[in-house]
Structure formats: structure tokens, C-alpha cells
T-cell receptor, first 114, second 115 residues
Framework: GAVVSQHPSWVICKSGTSVKIECRSLDFQATTMFWYRQFPKQSLMLMATSNEGSKATYEQGVEKDKFLINHASLTLSTLTVTSAHPEDSSFYIC??????????FGPGTRLLVL | QQQVKQSPQSLIVQKGGISIINCAYENTAFDYFPWYQQFPGKGPALLIAIRPDVSEKKEGRFTISFNKSAKQFSLHIMDSQPGDSATYFCAAGKRSGGSNYKLTFGKGTLLTVNP
């Protein structure tokens, strides 16, 4: 069964609003989680590393004020897309490492900004 | 700079045939190489992974071949089935701050297995 969940699976919002996406590890603790972005028929691009108890680290070119990450507990990380615009429409996927190597991915959240 | 190059972009195979997808990497700091399978609208699922101290790893119908000197690795799917039709991503990982691996993904291969 799924070991990483995401909520919501689909979200449609108006331009200028903020959207929060949750990522949960279901049966293990994850001090680190990763957030990816995937455009249609393209690869996964790592956006940021979410760290429990400390600030997230962002990949080059990712606006940290635009994509707010909070690792609230050992099983929950949230990604908030602030002041969303149509170009932020994408498939957002989180992952959590169950071991040092093995990352389990969530089912993804499709965001459509109108 | 594309750190992980994957080919082909798409692949069509007949049922029962062998599907082969290739990847090449540039950064010798990578030391973990997983393959993921992704169905439309779903998150990627780990298929099989290999470390560079091993030249081949087999799990069921899936085999990874690894050539450290050439910095290349490939996925072989034996006896391909229509249910294997999906997008396959190779990835290369290196330790992030001494703990978990950060993954860099290839661009993906859309595999279609015809019945």
C-alpha cells in the first residue's frame, strides 16, 4: 500500500491566491522530505529539501518566498504556493526517504491556476 | 547542463519482447542509481536500484546493468507485458549533507507494449 500520501490530489484556484499541499509519510518517520515539480510529459525537477526542525533548502532558481515549505512534524511536510499564477500550474510531487537510499513518492498534486 | 541523459524518449515493444532503456551520467559523485516507473497522473514508484560496486542486479523481470567506467547504466525488462506500459525514469543520487540521497532524474522514456 501507499507509504506516502499527498493532499489534495487536485486543486484549482484563482490567480493570486495561495495553495497549501500536504505530504505525509504514513508508517515511518521522515526528518527529510523532498518536493518536486513535473510539467506534462517532462521529468521531475527537485525544488527543495524539507527538513524537520530547520529551514528548507531550495534548489537554484526556485523562489523560496514563492514556495513556502514547513516540515511541521516527523510525518508531515507542507508546500504552500503563494500568490499563485497560471505559470505555477504543474504536478507537484513529494517524496520521503524510508532508508538513506530508498525514496517513496507521493501520488502527486495537480495544481491548475486560472 | 543535463546531468543524467536518458534514451530513447519513447519505445514500442511487442508483448513478450525485451525493453531496453539507457542512461548516462556525468558526475562521478553519484553513487546510487534507481529506476522509477510512473503511470499517468500518479507518482513514481521505485522499481529497482543499484550501487556502483555491482555490475548487474536482477529482480524478477527487471535487470539493471551498470558500467562504471563508461558512466552508463541500463534497464532491461524481460518478457514485456502490456501492463508495463508506462513512463520510466532513471535517476542518479548523491548524498545530501551526509544523509539522504538527492536524486537527479533523466527525462523519461515512454514505453508502450503492444499486445
Amino acid at each position: 500500500g501507499a507509504v506516502v500520501s499527498q493532499h489534495p490530489s487536485w486543486v484549482i484556484c484563482k490567480s493570486g491566491t495561495s495553495v497549501k499541499i500536504e505530504c505525509r509519510s504514513l508508517d515511518f518517520q521522515a526528518t527529510t522530505m523532498f518536493w518536486y515539480r513535473q510539467f506534462p510529459k517532462q521529468s521531475l525537477m527537485l525544488m527543495a529539501t524539507s527538513n524537520e526542525g530547520s529551514k528548507a533548502t531550495y534548489e537554484q532558481g526556485v523562489e523560496k518566498d514563492k514556495f513556502l515549505i514547513n516540515h511541521a512534524s516527523l510525518t508531515l511536510s507542507t508546500l504552500t504556493v503563494t500568490s499563485a499564477h497560471p505559470e505555477d500550474s504543474s504536478f507537484y510531487i513529494c517524496s520521503a526517504p524510508r532508508t538513506l537510499e530508498t525514496q517513496y513518492f507521493g501520488p502527486g498534486t495537480r495544481l491548475l491556476v486560472l | 547542463q543535463q546531468q543524467v541523459k536518458q534514451s530513447p524518449q519513447s519505445l514500442i515493444v511487442q508483448k513478450g519482447g525485451i525493453s531496453i532503456i539507457n542512461c548516462a551520467y556525468e558526475n562521478t559523485a553519484f553513487d546510487y542509481f534507481p529506476w522509477y516507473q510512473q503511470f499517468p497522473g500518479k507518482g513514481p514508484a521505485l522499481l529497482i536500484a543499484i550501487r556502483p560496486d555491482v555490475s548487474e542486479k536482477k529482480e524478477g523481470r527487471f535487470t539493471i546493468s551498470f558500467n562504471k567506467s563508461a558512466k552508463q547504466f541500463s534497464l532491461h525488462i524481460m518478457d514485456s507485458q502490456p501492463g508495463d506500459s508506462a513512463t520510466y525514469f532513471c535517476a542518479a543520487g548523491k548524498r545530501s549533507g551526509g544523509s539522504n540521497y538527492k536524486l537527479t532524474f533523466g527525462k523519461g522514456t515512454l514505453l508502450t507494449v503492444n499486445p
